[in-house]
Every structure is written in structure tokens, then in C-alpha cells.
């Protein structure tokens, strides 16, 4: 979620010629921070940092209103939807600090955030060894809008040219129960215009439009602003899924053709992740502090609004990008422009902390500590710390876009923006990272991510060993045959899933996924197979 005051649109054909660590004045950059940071380390520690967007599909706008930037209550909304995240686990905690603030706490250690620990590496010679410093996911996550719940979240009728263009969740709410009710849509055969929602109540044969009524009767009274979405649901869904890449078409059991496009089964993802329970794994705290206490520099002393700590983010970055090439989330307190964002890739140099030269092993650019007489962090240093070396790290990372009528999906149309951070880290004599400081309040302090391999469910269709009956056919993804259509049977699950929970039943989801990422192939569609069950074998949808 993006302002529009701080991006620059750079083209993108500009970037396939460079790769992402290939800026030529990065030394020069260095050195021009440093500067800065000397004159005001107050001015600059409070900049929000820079972004650039390097998609045009890009959302540009931002969705806090110039009040909630100008109060800060951006931060404490923030912190609401990071509370549900990490699911309370850390309100009981006994957790208190006994080590210098520079050193990474248990409740933000990145080995504890990485999808396989045991591959994990902290020591910053192994890791220039590694050749690790430039970084981008082949598995690209995918785009898609954040569903305001001021349009009605996934309802919301994106293709439909007579919508309401109000944010005002009441004018939309009436306008799709009362003003153009789906009922008539479907009767003037412009089914299309259905929202993904509308979409697969319909695919259901749901008379009562069970899921369409729930969101929205979940969102009535609320009075949503802006902010309120389910980015919590697109961000790990974007990575865990595979992207839907083209539409299909499938029919309901009285015959009904229903086009999903690709946004319409995003939007179906991202609600599915957003409403069900899974194992999250994650590093930081919450902060809900407007104006967090700072020391003479500027620098944040609360230690809920200073983490995850610059090393905690920079051996996750290593480890999970580049070493597990998996993609994580991230969210930073004080930044408006940056909020549960995947990333998709980095790069970083290293740099000497007293001159500002760039270098790319860390042994050429850290310093021993004692040397450091300008350390303006002197004081939250650990007594085991040995070496201290700089780093400039560029981040790409996945950003929203609009629902798209587009009947194909890739990662051209993603939105993709990137920013830089500045920090140091803190060396031991072994060459193990412990510690570090950041040179920007508006940093990453929280990462989180599904446990590798982690699904959702409903749990509303319960087993079966009973191949005749609809729960062994709904778990095994049997459909009706002539129409290829969902069983007749699953419809009270259905309505009891939407009703209870707000989601659409995960397995039909998942079906609609598969077929969508599969490709056709020899004029052959996966979702028109003539053997049962009808999943591409070689390409589901969620990624081990």
C-alpha cells in the first residue's frame, strides 16, 4: 500500500537490463548518507525511506487518510491486524530484555523464522561465501488487490462498470442487495459482472448467496475505512499458492456456465487465508506507540518499536530468500507505505561505517569496534561484539493492484516497488552475526510467514473412507460428471463454512487454483478431464 508522494515510476524495461545490485554509484550513495546522518541523525533517522515502483500495475495510492498519517493513528491500525497475526502468543510471555538493545531477542530469532533451521547459517564469512548478497525468487508471488472492506472486501463486483466508485460501504452494500441484486445479473445473463464471491455461490448453486451475505453482513455497522482489507490474506497466499494464470470455466449442477478469472480466484485465495487459522512463524513485536521515547540521536529506545533487529532481518533475508529461495512477510510500524508486504528479492553491499567505501566481502569493510569513536550507538553495544560493519540492503518486494478482467495472469502484471535500508551489524570474534542498528526509524520490525508446507481448512467437511459418499468425493476432488460441476451434497457444507467463518469451502478453492495454474495443453483443458479426480497430478495448488 503505496503513497503517492513518495514513489518514483521507473520503467521497467530499464530494469531488464541491470540486475539488482547493479546501481554504480552505490558508494557514493553510502557516502551521502553517511554525511547526512552525521550533520541530523535526527532528520534522517525520522525520513520515511524513499520507494521506487518498478511495475506499472502498481497501486499508487495509499489507503490511510492524510488524517491517520498526520496523527499517527496509522500505527496503531496497524498493530491491531499485527495482534491477529501472531495470534496473542506473545501477550503471556515473561520475555524481558537483560542484553544491550543492539543484540536480537529469543522472540525475534531468525532461525526460528526460516522454513528449514537447520540449513541456517549466521556467520557473515560462510554467508559471502555463499555468494548470496543478490538474491530474486524464481517462484514470483503473485499480485492482487487488498478487497476494502469499504467495497465490500470480495463482493465487490470489479468488472462491473456500474458499480458504486464511492468508498463508502453502504452505498455498495445497497447497490448489490437492493439496486442490481445478483439475481438479476445471472437472468440477464451477465454473469461476469459477479464479484468472486457471487461467483462461487453460484458455483454452489447457493440460492441464498451464503458467502456473498456473510462478508458482507460482517463488514455492516463497521463502518470500514480505507486501511481495512485482507492483505493478511493476499500476502502468504501469494507465495503459498501458485498463481492462477489463466480463467476457467465450470458449471454449477443445474448447468450454469461461471467464468472464474484469475482475480476472481486470487480473491477466493486471499479470503480463504485471511479467515482460517495456520501455523505462523514469526520475528518482532507489536508497537502501538505514536511517539516512541528516543535518545538525543533520534534513535528509538522502546524495544517493542525497535525490533526485529537489523540482524534478525538481514539473516532472514540470507537464509530464507537466499539460501531457502522462499519469500517471507514484512511490516514496518512507521512507515504508511509499507505494511505486510512479501518479498521478492534483495541485494546489499557492504561499507565501511567510518569512510562510507563499499566493498563486497564483509572482511574488507567491517571495523573493529574500539575504532568506531563516532558510533552514535555506543552505548547499546554488547561487550561481545568484536567487529561492526555497514550495509546498504535493496528490497523488491510484491505491492497491490487492481482486480484485472483479464482472462491471463503473470508475473508481468504483478506490482513491484523497492526500497533501501541502512544498518549495521555487529560481529563477534568468531565471525557469527549477534546484533546490529538501524539508521531509519520507519524500519521492517515484524516478519512473519505460514510454516512450510502449512494449509487452511474450514474442518467443515469432516472424513471418509466411504468412496460413494459426498465428504470422500469433497476430500479426494471428485465432481460431477456431465455437467463437471460440485456435488449437490457439499452444498450445506458450503453454507455452514460461509456462515461460520466467512470462507468459501478451501477444497473447491483448491480445485479452481489447480486448474487454473495448469496450462492447457494439446487443446486438452484440465478442468474438462474425462478421468476422475479431476487435479492435475503434476500441478496443484499450494507449493510444498
Known amino acids: 500500500m503505496l503513497s503517492k508522494n513518495k514513489l518514483y515510476l521507473i520503467p521497467i524495461s530499464f530494469f531488464a537490463t541491470l540486475s539488482l545490485n547493479s546501481y554504480a554509484n552505490d558508494e557514493e550513495k553510502v557516502k551521502n548518507f553517511i554525511k547526512e546522518f552525521r550533520e541530523s541523525p535526527h532528520t534522517v533517522l525520522d525520513r520515511i525511506p524513499e ?21 499517527k493513528d496509522f500505527i496503531e491500525k496497524k498493530d491491531q491486524l499485527r495482534g491477529d497475526i501472531m495470534k496473542k502468543k506473545l501477550e503471556n ?25 537447520q540449513n541456517f547459517v549466521d556467520n557473515i564469512q560462510v554467508i559471502d561465501q555463499k555468494n548470496i548478497a543478490n538474491a530474486r525468487l524464481s517462484f514470483t508471488p503473485w499480485s492482487d488487490s487488498y478487497w476494502p472492506l469499504s467495497r465490500g472486501s470480495v463482493t465487490f463486483r470489479y468488472a462491473d462498470p456500474n458499480a458504486p466508485k464511492s468508498d463508502k460501504f453502504s452505498d455498495y452494500d445497497k447497490y448489490v442487495l437492493q439496486q442490481r441484486p445478483a439475481n438479476n445479473l445471472i437472468a440477464e445473463n451477465k454473469i461476469d459482472l459477479l464479484s468472486p464471491a457471487e461467483k462461487y455461490d453460484l458455483l454452489m448453486n447457493d440460492k441464498n448467496f451464503s458467502l456473498t451475505n456473510s462478508v458482507l453482513s460482517g463488514i455492516r455497522g463497521r463502518n470500514p475505512e480505507g486501511w481495512e482489507g485482507i492483505c493478511h490474506g493476499w500476502a502468504p497466499a501469494s507465495y503459498m499458492y501458485y498463481r492462477p494464470t489463466r480463467s476457467i470455466t465450470v458449471q454449477n449442477n443445474e448447468g450454469k456456465k461461471i467464468t472464474f478469472r ?5 480473491a477466493l485465495n486471499s479470503l480463504l487465508w485471511a479467515n482460517l487459522n495456520y501455523n505462523t512463524k514469526f520475528s518482532g513485536q507489536r508497537c502501538n506507540d505514536k511517539d516512541p521515547p528516543k535518545d538525543a540521536n533520534g534513535r528509538i529506545v522502546s524495544q517493542n518499536c525497535f525490533d526485529s533487529n537489523p540482524a534478525a532481518f538481514h539473516l532472514a533475508l540470507v537464509n530464507q530468500i537466499g539460501i531457502n529461495k522462499r519469500s517471507f512477510v514484512f511490516d514496518a ?100 552475526i549477534t546484533g546490529g542498528e538501524w539508521y531509519q526509524n520507519a524500519h521492517p520490525d515484524f516478519l512473519w510467514t505460514p510454516v512450510a508446507g502449512t494449509e487452511v481448512s474450514s474442518y467443515t467437511v469432516p472424513n471418509s473412507a466411504n468412496n460413494n459418499n459426498a465428504e470422500y468425493k469433497y476430500h479426494n476432488f471428485w465432481w460431477n460428471d456431465n455437467p463437471r460441476s460440485p456435488l449437490r451434497e457439499w452444498l450445506p457444507y458450503s453454507v455452514r463454512a460461509a456462515q461460520t467463518k466467512q470462507v468459501p469451502l478451501e477444497n473447491v478453492v ?16 484440465p478442468e474438462l478431464c474425462t478421468q476422475q479426480p479431476c487435479v492435475p497430478n503434476v500441478y496443484t495448488w499450494y507449493r510444498n
Open 93 to 117: 510471555s515473561n520475555e524481558f530484555r537483560v542484553v544491550p538493545f543492539s543484540d536480537y531477542l529469543a522472540q525475534e530469532n531468525p532461525r526460528d523464522l526460516v522454513d528449514f533451521p
Open 51 to 71: 520507494k521506487q515502483v518498478i511495475s506499472k500495475h502498481a497501486l499508487t495510492s495509499n489507503p490511510f487518510s492524510p488524517d491517520d498519517i498526520n496523527s
Open 333 to 432: 510500524s512507521y512507515d504508511y507505505t509499507v505494511w505486510n508486504q512479501p518479498i521478492l528479492g534483495y541485494s546489499y553491499v557492504y561499507y565501511n561505517v567510518l569512510t562510507g567505501n563499499v566493498y563486497k566481502n564483509a572482511s574488507e569493510a567491517m571495523i573493529n569496534k574500539n575504532n568506531y569513536n563516532t558510533d552514535p550507538f555506543s552505548q547499546y553495544r554488547s561487550n561481545n561484539v568484536k567487529n561492526i560493519v555497514g550495509v546498504k540492503a535493496t528490497i523488491d518486494y510484491m505491492v497491490e493492484t487492481q482486480p484485472s478482467t483479464s482472462n491471463q495472469d503473470d508475473s508481468s502484471r504483478d506490482g513491484i516497488s523497492r526500497v533501501e535500508y541502512y544498518y549495521d551489524l555487529e560481529i563477534r570474534n568468531d565471525g557469527v
Open 262 to 266: 484469475p482475480s476472481d480466484i486470487k
Open 510 to 525: 483448491h480445485n479452481l487454483n489447480a486448474w487454473s495454474a495448469y496450462p492447457v495443453k494439446n487443446n486438452v483443458t
